[in-house]
């Protein structure tokens, strides 16, 4: 970067742009900088490839680029950059320069816009719209294709930055952040080397854009007051909670969600299933704490089998450098139903090519719900070896989370009274059934261990009262969780 052409950049803003990992997600409040660190970010990449790179700006309509993108990178840069074609092509005259492409994406045709040429670095800019409408905000497609066409440049390096106020949880630029720092691992078939496309996921806290005016961050703030939505997402910087109905695992919270993904040990591990035609799995073991971590899940939304499950994602994750020659047996624990018989074959069942496949004994799970709801209830409460969760879920196992953290609910009325007995049967459906099928084995909870619980903590509140304290009998181990039960 020219010396004459200085960046005043705050901490997370520098971080974003100095990070060489290959997807780099920046999301912040209104106002605190994202654009400055994304104009920034592509001439960094630059200096990172030591040569011209050539680059592309994408949002949902190029009228927002023309109306609000562009406007900010003339302040920023002044004479340091060029537009020409309408404003479709910009340079900025760096050393290397940076020559870039700007265009929306208003439908998935449009998508094609990215194909043909070769980019070192794609920037997508503001992917969750401001208002739910049509052709709004960018479709996960546009971020899968520029992953595709971001490392093209001959004797570049892949960057993908994505600059934003945040989502909704359910908008796909929300699972993005949920998701691990190591985004993929694959190999490449003809040299057997292992790759990892890294991604990092860096948020601006409120407030540390220092150039931003009083009036303007209480003007920001009064836009939003009455919409509790937007205030998280544009001033506060959060995302966006949508409770859908009451959730099934209210007991789920931060502590059981790692914030990397957890190594996966030498021994046995355990696979929960839930069948039909949309099987779920999920990949458990206990570490050497005594924690049941959950470290990976599957699930296609697609109309599929369990058989195809197994080949296309499973199979696949354990050849690869974290599971292989690390699982010396299974044991299985799923779906009752899956040991019913297809149609075609008395001697075939989901239950039986799992048992043949990874050569274990299939255990099914309780049949009725209520047998089912209460080892839910009572495994997150549950700690062990010196207060950790009993029940955690590695950083890889994105879906799980979700679902346990509220996607996976019951229906309720507008006056938030639940409708039924049985969760909503939907995308997080499957997955939470397959988790509750395992914690009812491996967790099952005992009425008459918990009232000895509560016998013993109502005596140990009694003496407690005594000492004036917030202690447990021997007046030393404070009480770690309130609610916990530590076994």
């Known amino acids: 970067m020219p010396s004459d052409l200085y960046f005043d ?7 974003f742009v100095t990070s060489d990992a290959h997807i780099v997600h920046l999301l912040g409040p209104m106002g605190e900088g994202k654009t400055f660190a994304g104009v920034a970010g592509l001439i960094a990449h630059a200096q990172r ?4 790179i050539r680059c592309a700006l994408v949002r949902d309509t190029f009228q927002n680029i023309k109306t609000s993108t562009i406007p900010d990178i003339h302040d920023y840069l002044g004479s340091w950059v060029q537009f020409s074609d309408g404003s479709k092509k910009m340079v900025i005259k760096s050393n290397p320069r940076v020559e870039c492409d700007l265009f929306g994406i208003d439908d998935e ?8 040429p070769q980019y070192a670095c794609i920037w997508l800019e503001e992917p969750a719209p401001i208002f739910e409408k049509a052709n709004a905000g960018l479709p996960r497609e546009v971020f899968n294709l520029s992953l595709a066409r971001a490392s093209r440049q001959r004797g570049t390096i892949l960057r993908v930055q994505i600059t934003q106020n945040p989502a909704d949880e359910d908008h796909w630029t929300s699972l993005l952040a949920d998701e691990p720092d190591e985004y993929m691992t694959i190999q490449d078939e003809a040299t057997g080397e292992w790759v990892t496309i890294q991604k990092r996921t860096l948020r601006i806290p409120r407030g540390e854009n220092k150039h931003l005016s009083t009036l303007t961050r209480a003007a920001n703030m009064a836009a939003f007051k009455n919409d509790p939505a937007k205030w998280q997402r544009y001033i506060e910087g959060e995302t966006a909670t949508i409770q859908l109905g009451k959730k099934v695992t209210p007991g789920y919270g931060k502590i059981h969600f790692s914030d990397k993904i957890l190594p996966v040990f030498p021994s046995e591990a355990i696979q929960f299933w839930d069948g039909w035609h949309h099987p779920s799995c999920i990949i458990a073991q206990y570490n050497p704490f005594g924690q049941l971590v959950f470290h990976d899940c599957f699930s296609d939304d697609e109309k599929t089998a369990t058989k195809e ?20 047996s299974w044991r299985i624990i799923g779906d009752s139903t899956m040991r019913t018989a297809d149609q075609s074959s008395i001697r075939s069942s989901a239950a039986g090519y799992l048992e043949k496949t990874f050569k274990s004994h299939f255990e099914p799970g309780p049949v009725h719900w209520r047998n089912l709801r209460e080892p839910l209830n009572q495994c997150f409460h549950r700690l062990v070896n010196e207060g950790r969760p009993a029940v955690v879920n590695s950083r890889s196992a994105v879906k799980l989370h979700r ?5 996976w609910h019951y229906k309720t009325d507008n006056s938030g009274h639940v409708i039924g007995d049985k969760p909503v049967q939907d995308e997080y459906c499957h997955l939470g059934m397959a988790f509750a099928y395992g914690v009812s084995i491996l967790l099952p909870y005992d009425p008459r261990k918990k009232i000895k619980q509560v016998a013993k903590r109502i005596r140990q509140k009694r003496a407690m009262s005594y000492r004036g304290g917030n202690f447990s009998r021997d007046n030393r181990v404070p009480n770690p969780i309130p609610g916990a039960l530590i076994i």
């Open 9 to 15: 950049l705050s901490p997370t803003q520098y971080k």
């Open 49 to 52: 490839c030591r040569t011209n």
């Open 109 to 116: 045709a449009s998508i094609s816009k990215l194909q043909g």
């Open 309 to 328: 499950l197994v080949e296309e994602q499973i199979n696949p994750l354990l050849s690869t450098p974290k599971y292989k020659d690390k699982i010396p």
């Open 403 to 407: 679902a346990l953290k509220g996607g």
